[in-house]
Antibody, heavy 117, light 110 residues
């Protein structure tokens, strides 16, 4: 069974940093591109970042570019999202998502990030 | 990228059919047959119900079907059941290895 388990969320003040992790199991993690998608409170889904299977290629939404960094450790089967210079508008549930050839297929349960003073 | 446009809400009675539209642009929905749909119950993660416009993952009932014309994709749910009440999101590949999602549609089963 495919499982994606996010962790690392929490409360932080504006300008602060957090690092999210996503532990993968049940599939060959190193074969898949991975993404982060977020959902603000009561809002829709928004794509955040993507990473190639070997960790060398990245893309970011304009809203997080130069503040967030997506990375992975294939030996540990773990995806990361380093979030710096956090803003109130970054408050959301962050989902780790597997890329199945141009579409998201498997989603984690999400981890809540709250940015507030 | 701008979010794909979905109706905020739709409703139907048990046994009826409903259709949810998802309108994008020639840069996303109109250019690729990589439209997918997700069902999200409150407090839960999204669940894939259709991919590549009209393909169902194993385990998804054939009551769920999809289509696309031009810049608009559609999800049709036939034989509505109480458990279909949820939020539904469309997603399209938008080029350069990025995705764009719709704003979501709340389905109410009357």
């Amino acid at each position: 069974e495919v499982q994606l388990v996010e962790s690392g969320g929490g409360s932080v003040q504006p300008g602060g940093s957090l690092r999210l992790s996503c532990a993968a199991s049940g599939f060959t993690f190193s074969d898949y591109w991975m993404h982060w998608v977020r959902q603000g409170p009561g809002k829709g889904l928004v794509w955040v970042a993507r990473l190639t299977s070997d960790g060398t290629g990245t893309s970011y939404a304009d809203s997080v570019k130069d503040r967030f960094t997506i990375s992975r450790d294939n030996a540990k089967k773990t995806l990361y999202l380093q979030m710096n210079s956090l803003r109130v508008e970054d408050t959301a549930v962050y989902y780790c998502v597997r890329d199945a050839r141009y579409s998201p297929d498997q989603w984690g349960q999400g981890t809540l990030v709250t940015v507030s003073s | 990228q701008s979010a794909l446009t979905q109706p905020r809400s739709v409703s139907g009675s048990p046994g009826q059919s409903v259709t949810i539209s998802c309108t994008g642009t020639s840069s996303d929905v109109g250019s690729y047959n990589y439209v997918s749909w997700y069902q999200q119950h409150p407090g839960k993660a999204p669940k894939l119900i259709l991919f590549d416009v009209n393909k169902r993952p194993s385990g998804v009932p054939d009551r769920f079907s999809g289509s696309k014309s031009g810049n608009t994709a559609s999800l049709t749910i036939s034989g509505l059941q109480a458990e279909d009440e949820a939020d539904y999101y469309c997603c399209s590949y938008a080029g350069s290895y990025t995705w764009v999602f719709g704003g979501g549609t709340k389905l109410t089963v009357l």
